[in-house]
């Protein structure tokens, strides 16, 4: 009964928002309430409790908002300087293959960006970008929240490891005696376990691509046909191959902080140069029909007016794009100069400690923050594009509406994640209940340990669509998984194969994640229209999750389940090509 109580907040989000269809803005505050009040009535959460997680997710939202504006003032501030025209006519001359182009923006580009900062800041560059380039906003939100699953677990210079994973399984008993025994300590022990997340992703993650091309042309071409998406399968396999392979020995090799940083950069060099020379690119050219023609729900109310392709541009492509490089040199430096990274996490932070005499704690780390990187290019870019004062006041107007329209969902969906997690019993009551997440892991775990491997990216998943974090899932899963391994008799090596699919499940549940797909939404001024963009990032999530269960069982249980995580790429895709409409 616990268990399916503490599914019911879940169940509610799904109903109202992929189900019913209904905006986050109305979805949210009812799973707030709900949540709230299975955390006080059921598992007797303290008042106090309930109350500090909620001030907690409120200041986190208005964090997440502050990122919302600065990403959506540097996109308005290209949009008003006119140099959207040039960058646009740039990827232009790569290739005017909207397939291609979404692999190069989305795929690697939204990679690094993910590899240096993560935290969703793929979202506030990347979805503004493809905008940018003529892409329809809903398009832009899918593809931006696809990618965000390979490269996640070695995001942010590879915090959900090094912080997530660690902090799971730091100063506990029972997984220090047993790696012992194979003469490792808790840091080596990370780096098997990073390996192994590698090759999993790698495996896993090199069909991204083409999930991305395939849904792009069902979705948003004038055929609605995914095998449009196929015809561009040499040039993805190849781009995810051209990621996945210097990503998968970067972490056996190296460890868990550059996978994804080094990939993308290895695999934009080698892609954009094939594509230039056209190497593997699709024999037609994909493109959207004209903008009068599409579906109402794929717009935003940010979309960029008709671009001319042969209009003259104002600057020129390398100035226009400059401020996307600038955001990428100010967020790897931040990110990888120690003293610099120690410097600004340690100014300008506002702290809020033992909520309401709570364990609970807020840190705002203002310049930090990725919202500090692009409201600092924003100001600079002014400055490169010699704007008038009437142009950057608009931008910052127009900015700041599109930020309060997805405050609403944004102040409502975090708090609710947060009383989620710290549900749990008040210290002094009778019977003591774990936390809502932790009793959904469990159920799954009594009901399925026969074949752990399988549901264990699912639990990692669960735990990222509940916080919107790979690293927070990790935190909160990671010894759980370990323990669960440990209870269907694996070793401490095979133990750490379990914890890699949660790595695994936490990355791809970024796909759906509730604060995800809102904050992803608002930067393309696509409000009120999460559930239809989680209906389709949920199939991708699925393909995710079941192929990492798949490639699991292989690894630590039977090499024949390697036939298994064969066929369901084949099924998965050709399931999709079946769903196509013959034309009359």
């Known amino acids: 009964m616990l268990t399916l109580l503490a599914l019911l907040p879940i169940l509610i989000v799904f109903i109202l928002l992929v189900v019913m269809r209904l905006p986050a803005k109305i979805a949210m505050p009812v799973a707030y309430v709900a949540t709230a009040l299975l955390s006080l009535f059921v598992w007797q959460t303290s008042s106090a409790q309930v109350a500090a997680a909620s001030v907690h997710g409120v200041l986190t939202a208005v964090n997440v908002l502050f990122i919302v504006f600065s990403a959506i003032l540097l996109l308005n501030t290209l949009k008003e300087s006119g140099a959207i025209v040039a960058i646009r006519q740039g990827f232009m001359g790569i290739s005017p293959d909207r397939r291609v182009q979404m692999i190069i923006v989305a795929w690697l580009?939204?990679?690094?960006?993910?590899?240096?900062?993560?935290?969703?800041?793929?979202?506030?560059?990347?979805?503004?970008?493809?905008?940018?380039?003529?892409?329809?906003?809903?398009?832009?939100?899918?593809?931006?929240?696809?990618?965000?699953?390979?490269?996640?677990?070695?995001?942010?210079?590879?915090?959900?490891?090094?912080?997530?994973?660690?902090?799971?399984?730091q100063n506990k008993e029972d997984v220090a005696s047993e790696i012992a025994k194979y003469g490792m300590d808790l840091p080596q022990y990370l780096l098997l376990i990073t390996e192994r997340v590698g090759f999993?992703?790698?495996?896993?993650?090199?069909?991204?691509?083409?999930?991305?091309?395939?849904?792009?042309?069902?979705?948003?071409?004038?055929?609605?046909?995914?095998?449009?998406?196929?015809?561009?399968?040499?040039?993805?396999?190849?781009a995810g191959l051209a990621f996945t392979i210097p990503y998968y020995l970067t972490a056996r090799f190296v460890g868990p902080e550059l996978p994804s940083l080094l990939g993308s950069v290895v695999g934009l060099t080698i892609v954009i140069t094939a594509?230039?020379?056209?190497?593997?690119?699709?024999?037609?050219?994909?493109?959207?029909?004209?903008?009068?023609?599409?579906?109402?729900?794929w717009k935003g109310s940010l979309a960029p007016t008709e671009i001319d392709v042969n209009e003259k541009a104002k600057f020129s492509t390398v100035k226009a794009f400059s401020p996307y490089l600038l955001?990428?040199?100010?967020?790897?430096?931040?990110?990888?100069?120690?003293?610099?990274?120690?410097w600004l996490s340690n100014h300008a932070v506002i702290t809020f400690s033992d909520i309401f005499g709570?364990?609970?704690?807020?840190?705002?780390?203002?310049?930090?923050?990725?919202?500090?990187?692009?409201?600092?290019?924003?100001?600079?870019?002014?400055?490169?594009?010699?704007?008038?004062?009437?142009v950057v006041k608009k931008s910052w107007r127009d900015s700041g509406?599109?930020?309060?329209?997805?405050?609403?969902?944004?102040?409502?969906?975090?708090?609710?994640?947060?009383?989620?997690?710290?549900?749990?019993?008040?210290?002094?009551?009778?019977v003591q209940i774990l936390a809502m997440p932790k009793v959904l892991a469990a159920g799954a775990a009594s009901a399925f340990e026969g074949a752990w491997p399988l549901f264990a990216p699912w639990i990692g998943a669960l735990g990222a669509f509940i916080a919107g974090s790979n690293t927070v899932s990790n935190m909160m899963f990671s010894h759980f998984q370990w323990s669960t391994a440990a209870q269907i008799g694996l070793d401490g090596t095979l133990a750490g194969s379990v914890v890699a699919l949660q790595a695994i499940g936490g990355a791809a549940g970024n796909m759906i994640s509730v604060h995800n797909v809102v904050a992803a939404?608002?930067?393309?001024?696509?409000?009120?229209?999460?559930?239809?963009?989680?209906?389709?990032?949920?199939?991708?999530?699925?393909?995710?999750?079941i192929q990492g269960g798949l490639i699991g069982m292989a690894i630590i249980f039977n090499p024949l389940w390697w036939v298994g995580a064969v066929i369901w790429p084949i099924i998965f895709f050709g399931t999709m090509s079946s769903l196509d409409k013959k034309k009359a």
Not at 134 to 148: E, H, S, T, W, Y
Not at 214 to 237: D, H, M, Q, V, Y
Not at 365 to 390: E, N, R
Not at 521 to 545: D, F, S
């Open 109 to 169: 580009f939204g990679s690094l960006i993910e590899g240096s900062t993560g935290w969703g800041t793929p979202s506030a560059v990347g979805a503004p970008l493809l905008l940018a380039l003529g892409f329809p906003a809903m398009a832009c939100v899918m593809a931006i929240l696809i990618i965000q699953s390979t490269p996640v677990s070695y995001g942010a210079v590879g915090t959900p490891i090094l912080i997530g994973v660690n902090s799971g399984l």
């Open 275 to 297: 594509a230039k020379y056209n190497f593997l690119t699709p024999k037609d050219t994909f493109d959207f029909e004209s903008r009068d023609k599409w579906d109402e729900s």
């Open 327 to 342: 955001v990428i040199g100010i967020l790897v430096a931040t990110r990888t100069i120690k003293p610099l990274k120690d």
């Open 521 to 545: 939404c608002a930067v393309v001024g696509m409000i009120n229209k999460e559930g239809l963009i989680i209906r389709k990032t949920l199939v991708a999530m699925t393909y995710y999750c």
């Open 200 to 238: 999993i992703h790698a495996t896993v993650g090199m069909l991204i691509p083409l999930i991305l091309c395939c849904f792009l042309t069902k979705f948003f071409g004038a055929n609605r046909s995914f095998r449009e998406g196929f015809k561009a399968a040499p040039f993805a396999i190849f």
């Open 358 to 390: 709570t364990t609970i704690t807020n840190k705002t780390q203002l310049l930090y923050s990725p919202a500090a990187v692009l409201l600092i290019v924003s100001i600079i870019s002014i400055f490169i594009f010699s704007m008038k004062g009437d």
């Open 401 to 430: 509406v599109t930020m309060l329209a997805a405050a609403p969902a944004l102040l409502f969906s975090i708090p609710m994640v947060q009383v989620f997690i710290n549900s749990g019993t008040s210290p002094d009551a009778a």
